[in-house]
Nanobody, 118 residues
């Protein structure tokens, strides 16, 4: 069974940093497209960052230059390094795996809360 477990969220002040971790099981994160989404109360879930199997990355305009997505293939883990956090970054952050290139399904983690105070 595929499982994605996020950790690393918390409460920080504006300008500080957090690193989120997504630990995968039943899936090889190196061979699949992995992403981070976020959802704030009353808003739609939005794509924040994506890393493809060839390690190309995409970022939402709102986080470009502040956030970095990366993999540790040996640990089968995906990270989201979040620097210079802003109050508008406050949301539940979800890890996502897209296995459609292999004819498979998409999977979500349970989410981790990030709260940024001004």
């Amino acid at each position: 069974q595929v499982q994605l477990v996020e950790s690393g969220g918390g409460l920080v002040q504006a300008g500080e940093s957090l690193r989120l971790t997504c630990a995968g099981s039943g899936i090889n994160v190196r061979l699949n497209t992995m992403g981070w989404y976020r959802q704030a109360p009353g808003k739609q879930r939005e794509l924040v960052a994506t890393i493809f199997s060839r390690s190309t990355t995409n970022y939402a305009d709102s986080v470009q230059g502040r956030f970095t997505i990366a993999r540790d293939n040996a640990k089968n883990t995906v990270y989201l390094q979040m620097n210079n956090l802003k109050p508008e970054d406050t949301a539940v952050y979800y890890c996502h795996a897209d296995m459609s290139a292999w004819g498979g399904s998409a999977y979500w983690g349970q989410g981790t809360q990030v709260t940024v105070s001004s």
